[in-house]
C-alpha cells in the first residue's frame, strides 16, 4: 500500500513539473513576442510585428496596437507623399504591459 500511494506522488510530482515547465516556457515566448514589438516601436520607430491594430486612423497606421497582455498606442507620419523633411514612422509611442504605462517615446 505504502509503495502505491508514493508511486501516485511521483506521478503527481511529474505532472507538475511538466506543467511549471510549459507555464515558463510559455512566459519565455511571451515575453520574446512582447520585447520584439516594444523595440520594433521604441527604438526602431516602426509599427509593431505581433500586435494587432484597432482604432486605426486614416493615415496608415496611427492607433492603438493590442498583444496579448500589452498594447501600443502610436502616433506617426505613415502616408508615403509626406513631405521629406517630416521623419516617416512612428513619432509618438506608448506601450503599456497589463495597462501600466511602461515607457512613453517621442521622436524629434
Same mark, same amino acid.
Given at each position: &500500500?505504502?509503495?502505491?500511494?508514493?508511486?501516485?506522488?511521483?506521478?503527481?510530482? +511529474?505532472?507538475?513539473?511538466?506543467?511549471?515547465?510549459? @507555464?515558463?516556457?510559455?512566459? +519565455?515566448?511571451?515575453? @520574446?513576442?512582447?520585447?520584439? =514589438?516594444?523595440?520594433?516601436?521604441?527604438?526602431? /520607430?516602426?509599427?509593431? +510585428?505581433?500586435? +494587432?491594430?484597432?482604432?486605426?486612423? !486614416? =493615415?496608415?497606421?496611427?492607433?492603438?496596437?493590442?498583444?496579448?497582455? /500589452?498594447?501600443? =498606442?502610436?502616433?506617426?507620419?505613415? &502616408?508615403?507623399? &509626406?513631405? !521629406?523633411?517630416?521623419?516617416?514612422?512612428?513619432?509618438?509611442?506608448?506601450? /503599456?504591459?497589463?495597462?501600466?504605462?511602461? !515607457? !512613453?517615446?517621442?521622436?524629434?
Amino acid at each position: &500500500m505504502r509503495y502505491q500511494q508514493y508511486k501516485l506522488r511521483g506521478v503527481d510530482n +511529474i505532472k507538475l513539473k511538466r506543467v511549471g515547465f510549459v @507555464i515558463a516556457l510559455l512566459f +519565455i515566448v511571451w515575453s @520574446i513576442i512582447a520585447v520584439i =514589438d516594444y523595440w520594433q516601436v521604441c527604438h526602431n /520607430y516602426e509599427k509593431p +510585428i505581433f500586435a +494587432i491594430g484597432s482604432k486605426l486612423q !486614416e =493615415d496608415g497606421g496611427s492607433g492603438l496596437y493590442k498583444g496579448i497582455g /500589452y498594447s501600443v =498606442d502610436i502616433r506617426g507620419n505613415f &502616408m508615403p507623399d &509626406m513631405p !521629406e523633411e517630416e521623419p516617416q514612422g512612428v513619432t509618438n509611442a506608448k506601450f /503599456y504591459v497589463f495597462g501600466n504605462l511602461i !515607457e !512613453e517615446k517621442s521622436r524629434n
